[in-house]
């Protein structure tokens, strides 16, 4: 880590999901030798590379390191987890194409309890993971999908009839293990949104 630091060169940071599973980070760069704490300081960003004292963060610097450390460090372990909890499959349609899934947020990650753990997360294919943000889909707590009733009565293409409104109704696929299942908690909260959301 110090030699890295001495070269300037970029290292690659592995997140553990689980046991023998990881998130590759790249590139962090090693920018402090706290020894006194015995820990040395990562940036996660070229641009925090160069902050005059990376152990004194300015309010400013400590602002854009807190946004970046949750795009580059928290994004990316949250929808890995997410996605092995979920066998790698939408859990409204199962379909199971990786590149086609998103990690989706249950309670915004913009909110004081927007956690990024998996009970607060769903693998949602995109059109799906789409429908959601913008709540024309809903997930009721007992885990039945709702489609909003303006689009229910929508005459459109194949995507519409078979993507959304034929998942009316249905139950989610859920994780094989409880712990890892949407909370019921915050599904209540966000269904609330979607309801009022017409």
Do not use: W
């Not at 590759?24 to 820990?39: E, L, Q, S």
């Not at 580059?72 to 909890?85: D, N, S, T, V």
């Not at 956690?115 to 799906?128: D, E, M, R």
């Amino acid at each position: 880590m110090r030699r890295a630091m001495e070269l300037g060169l970029p290292i690659i940071l592995l997140r553990t999901i689980r046991p023998g599973i990881f998130v590759p980070i790249f590139p962090v760069y090693v920018v402090a030798d706290d020894t006194d704490n015995r820990r040395f300081i990562l940036a996660l960003d070229e641009s925090l590379r160069f902050v005059s004292n990376p152990l004194q963060l300015k309010p400013a610097e400590r602002e854009y390191a807190e946004r970046i450390v949750k795009q580059r460090l928290h994004q990316p372990e949250f929808r890995g987890r997410i996605l092995l909890a979920y066998q790698t499959q939408c859990t409204i349609c199962t379909l199971r194409h990786g590149k086609l899934l998103d990690a989706a947020h249950i309670i915004g990650d913009n909110k004081q309890h927007g956690l990024p753990i998996v009970q607060n997360g769903l693998s949602l294919c995109k059109i799906h993971h789409a429908a959601f943000d913008a709540n024309l889909l809903g997930i009721s707590p007992d885990y039945v999908v709702h489609i909003n009733r303006a689009l229910m009565d929508e005459i459109d293409g194949p995507m519409l009839r078979h993507g959304l409104q034929e998942m009316d109704g249905r139950l989610l696929t859920l994780p094989a293990r409880a712990s890892d299942r949407p909370g019921a908690d915050r599904l209540a909260e966000r269904f609330d949104e979607f309801r009022a959301a017409g």
